[in-house]
């Protein structure tokens, strides 16, 4: 798995509990998502069509610095399924994962568009 954003985990990030926010992770790991995927089909109209349930194993605390890492699980026709892994960079404990996170590329009406992607690029290879 890649890991590719670090968040540090400020006041605003906390619950009551003094622990970071679920809605808070969630927010992210769905932008980061979004990114990679729009990234990946080359489609900025990509949208998060399915999140699979969560398990939290663990919290962070004020301070902390996640990662979030994202492996590519399949393509579809016009979608892409990942699974995402939340850690603390310090300790390597792992506080998220969540198995299935489908995103689908839209076309203008906002109808699922073909991609024609079968497997993960690198930009740089895009460049050559």
Not at 65 to 86: H, M, P, R, W, Y
Request: contains cysteine.
């Amino acid at each position: 798995m890649r890991f590719h954003t670090r968040k540090w985990i400020k006041p605003e990030d906390l619950n009551p509990n003094g622990t970071l926010f679920g809605g808070r992770l969630l927010e992210w790991i769905d932008e980061e998502c979004a990114l990679y995927s729009i990234v990946q089909l080359e489609n900025p109209k990509t949208v998060t069509k399915y999140m699979s349930e969560i398990d939290f194993r663990s919290s962070a605390h004020q301070g902390d610095i996640i990662e979030i890492g994202i492996e590519v699980q399949k393509f579809g026709s016009a979608s892409l399924t990942l699974k995402c892994e939340v850690r603390n960079k310090m300790t390597r404990e792992t506080i998220i994962t969540v198995d299935k996170i489908v995103m689908v590329a839209l076309d203008e009406a906002g109808k699922p568009k073909p991609h024609g992607k079968t497997e993960i690029e690198f930009v740089k290879d895009r460049l050559k």
